[in-house]
């Protein structure tokens, strides 16, 4: 049975290691409230520009010639973008990212290669698949679309050249500050909207409709691969922000079960030693 002394000592490294994890937890807050932000003043510019190329996508041309970026062909070999958090310590967000990573991989008949942004999917991807074809890290919680435009030129310049068939990006959605969303959406080619007759108009484009769409495209995988990483950094906050939250309430509550096992210990001392005086006493006076 442990003694007064390291049940004290194991109480003082509890109390440590809830001051490390109340810190952290205060750290992920003050970062989250920023993420969300950047998320939420977001989503309406990526959600209009999906649904500006779907619709002109949609619309029938006098030109024959189709886009790079819309071309439809065999689906032979995917690129999918990974984005997962390059630290831990946000509970269990990187293991159901890369579950559903795993997922689609083993149910895809295509070939899978993967652009991986974050050392927690590179690490998985490596160890466990052969599909990883670049990597980013250490990218800013400040992130900006600058910093991620290497990864969307990886993409355009893949699925212009034909390396890839389909592109997809799988990231966790913020939902909540209590709920990330895993997500694995398609992003080329562009599906075009669903359009009632009404509503195929025929749009005549200046200059014309190549370079109309060859600026806009662009800039729509720009915003798409951008987006989802500020999704992403919001849930690793808020994931982060929880776990250290709940992780200081475990470490308090233990530390005070370990100070109730403590001061029933000194008790047991405390009536032993009394015990032992009141023999003496009894066998002295005897």
């Known amino acids: 049975m442990p003694s007064v002394r390291d049940i004290r000592r194991r109480i003082r490294s509890v109390e440590n290691t809830g001051k490390v994890t109340n810190a952290m937890s205060l750290i992920a807050a003050s970062k989250m409230r920023r993420a969300q932000l950047a998320v939420t003043d ?21 030109d024959d010639t189709v886009h790079p970026l819309l071309e439809t062909r ?4 995917v690129g999918m ?34 652009i991986v942004v974050g050392r927690k999917g590179r690490d998985f991807l490596v ?29 355009i310049d893949g699925y212009t ?20 969303q895993p997500v694995i959406e398609r992003i080329l080619p562009v599906e075009p909207a669903a359009l009632e007759s009404a509503q195929r108009v ?27 990483i500020l999704e992403s950094i919001a849930s690793e906050q808020s994931a982060r922000m929880v776990a250290m939250r709940n992780a200081t309430d475990n470490a308090n509550q233990l530390a005070s079960d370990l100070t109730l096992v403590m001061n029933k210990l000194r008790q047991d001392s405390i009536t032993n030693e009394l015990l032992d005086l009141v023999g003496g006493q009894v066998a002295m006076e005897g």
């Open 42 to 62: 977001g989503r309406p510019y990526a959600e209009k520009i999906h649904e500006v190329i779907a619709t002109l996508a949609a619309q029938p041309t006098d």
């Open 74 to 77: 065999p689906v032979n070999t």
């Open 81 to 114: 973008v990974v984005i997962t958090p390059d630290r831990g310590l946000a509970g269990g967000m990187h293991a159901n990212i890369n579950r559903q990573v795993a997922r689609f991989i083993l149910d895809s008949d295509a070939t899978v290669r993967s």
């Open 127 to 155: 160890r466990y698949t052969d599909t990883v074809q670049a990597v980013f890290t250490d990218l800013s919680d400040r992130v900006s679309l600058a910093d991620t435009t290497a990864i969307s030129r990886l993409v």
């Open 161 to 180: 050249a034909g390396e890839f068939d389909e592109v997809h990006l799988a990231y966790m959605r913020f939902v909540s500050t209590v709920q990330q």
């Open 202 to 228: 025929g749009y005549i484009y200046e200059p014309d409709p190549a370079t109309v769409l060859s600026a806009l495209l662009p800039q729509f995988v720009e915003m798409q691969v951008y987006h989802a």
